[in-house]
């Protein structure tokens, strides 16, 4: 029997929702393609899931993909991994992120913590992406070899991407506060012709000086033909690099004809990486017209971006939101690129000042940001905010609790839009959409085209029951392949090895009879206690609600004993004791908010939670650590946030297998 529907948190305006691009593009599907598609989401996303062939052409169609060659048919083999997609089309990505934009249009701001920022117009940009396209070819770059970029999220990093691109070349980055090394570990793996390099970056109100580790990773890549060096901190370059140097004041500045090479549609456009936290990273691949497909109807739809609105999404370029704020210019609409912490010392709040200067119609950040602003104090209200329609939230499940927050203190007419996806996918696997209610702690829908299932422990699709997130239909975002990976070995392993033909992601989900997803953690570093299956996000969100506790992280380790001990471990807020009196109220917190069940065997406190660089907590890595795996084997210090984390986890897992060795005895 179905669970009877709770009442939404939040209902869109019914004329704001009729005026958006998710409803016109059904009304257009109903004309063009004769689809009995309401303006409801719902019997838009089940077209998109049953007849894939029909939807995706629509939205080529709709959006009017340029293509200098058709494709012979939307599918031609309906398999996982392997589909083909669009066989016989060809095209090219940075065509169609340029050709929305006017002369005058703006088409990037470019703002840093300080407060500071200038705009790069539509023809600027294309004069630059020429510029810079002409000195590559120049260099030697042609279709298919690879240019790297160590760069901030500016717009050197943009107009260097579809430069890239624009020559059928591919493209990879990663920011600077990647050490030279862990930037090596990815870069040397694609044998790149030529490195773009920025002096430095601004973080936390410091200027941090990079020259030296470019002078490393140059060293680092044989390859290389050459190195573009961007003055972005004004730091003097010094002159001994071990490949040619060309100024990125000339190599944007030269006066050239665009001309972009038509590719194949699976044609690789960029390399992400995995966050590398045991091994050297994968780099997953990614295809032209895939990720064109993917992210026009991710941001065209799902996000209503187009022409006169403005993304500011804080990320750096190492994380896979870069790749779709440098996406939002397929759309037509203007993005923002920032330099600097979130949140600096001196001004906490100057992604949202920034917002209301700049208009800001979309702004996206991670559920930490939203609750370390709901948890110091800081109210964004302050600030004009009457030009945001829709907070974009991603990078790990947002809790409940921050929902009432952002509508009082961002603004009623808010869509809150919590987000699951990958870097796998480049995009989203469910969120929101202008036209689907929005309840506190749920994503609102799986997103069109996904086929998204929850499986239980034998690969049955279930509802309103925990299961494992499972893509049952293909995506044209999908990976083309694993680099350096011939037979597809890696790639099968990492998603199809448990349910053959089926993606498996890796999260625990709930699909529920309203049509929402919960998203209750990774699968693999599930807390399985006496055969229950509990969600360490749920544990998480109870617990970081709690003002003495700045973050949390629960573990569930199974011990030689066949003993399973469950700790908790919290960051505490400044001046804050961990004393018997903060421990039960932490589990009287757990025990009603979520179950006894998830109430921990311990509760220790930790200087701080290791992340990866793109701000996931390390589950899986710290409860290895616990259980005695040797560290080098189990994570690479260049891919945590704070690497001397490690060895207090590993002193903490011995102290553990030391006293129960001594209670033993």
Known sequence: MNTPCP???????????AASRVVDFARWAARHRGVAVDSDYASLHLWSVTDLEGFWSAVWEYFDVDADTPYERVLEEERMPGAVWF??????????????????????????????????????????????????????????????????????????????????????????????????????????????????????????????????????????KATLLVGHVGLPWPNTY???VVPWEDAATRTEQLACTAVPFDHPLWVVFSSGTTGLPKGIVHGHGGVLLEHLK??????????????????????????????????????????????????????????????????????????????FGIDPSVHDLSSIRVVGCTGSALPASAYPWVRDHVGGHVLLASISGGTDIVSGFAGSAPNTPVWAGELSAPH???????????GIPVVDRVGELVVTRPLPSMP???????????????????????????DWITLTSHGSVIVHGRS?????????????????????????????????????????????FVVLAAGTELDDVLRDRIRDAIRTGVSPRHVPDEILEVPAIPHTRTGKKLEVPVKRLLQGAPAEQVINPAAVDVPELIAHFVRLGADRRGRRGTDEA
């Open 448 to 458: 069109l085209g996904v086929a998204l299932v929850a499986y239980d422990p034998e």
């Open 87 to 224: 066989p016989g089309a060809t095209l090219n990505y940075a065509h169609h992120a340029l050709r929305n934009l006017g002369d005058d249009d703006t088409a990037i701001v470019a703002l840093d913590e300080t407060g500071a920022g200038y705009e790069v117009t539509g023809e600027r940009l294309r004069a630059q992406v020429a510029s810079v396209a002409a000195t590559l070819r120049d260099l030697g770059v042609g279709k298919g070899d690879r240019v790297v970029g160590y760069l901030p999220n500016t717009p050197h990093a943009i107009i260097a991407f579809l430069a890239t691109a624009s020559l059928g070349a591919v493209w990879s980055v990663c920011g600077q506060d990647y050490a030279p090394r862990a930037a090596a570990d990815r870069f040397a793996q694609l044998e790149p012709t030529v490195l773009i390099a920025a002096d430095g970056y601004l973080f936390n109100g410091a200027t941090h000086d990079r020259r030296d580790a470019v002078l490393e990773l140059a060293t680092a890549l044989p390859t290389l």
């Open 480 to 506: 083309l392949y694993f680099w350096n990976d011939p037979d597809g070995t890696r790639y099968r392993d990492a998603y199809f090895s448990s349910y053959p033909g089926v993606w498996r992601h890796g």
């Open 524 to 568: 693999d570093s599930t807390l399985n206690r006496n055969g229950v299956r509990l969600g360490s996000a749920d544990i998480h969100d109870v617990v970081e609600r709690l003002p003495e506790i700045t973050e949390a992280l629960v573990i569930g380790a199974e011990e030689p004993d066949g003993g399973y001990w469950m700790p908790l």
């Open 7 to 17: 009442d939404p948190f939040f209902t869109p305006d019914p004329q704001a929702a």
């Open 242 to 244: 071990p490949s040619l």
């Open 298 to 375: 991710t941001l065209g739809l799902h996000s209503d971006l187009g022409p006169g609105d403005r993304l500011l999404w804080y990320t750096t370029t190492h994380w896979m939101m870069w790749n779709l704020i440098a996406s939002t210019l397929l759309t037509g609409a203007t993005t923002c690129t920032y330099d600097g912490s979130p949140a600096p010392f001196t001004r906490p709040d100057v992604l949202w000042e920034l917002a209301a200067r700049h208009r800001v119609t979309v702004f996206g950040t991670s559920p930490q940001y939203l609750l370390g602003m709901a948890k």
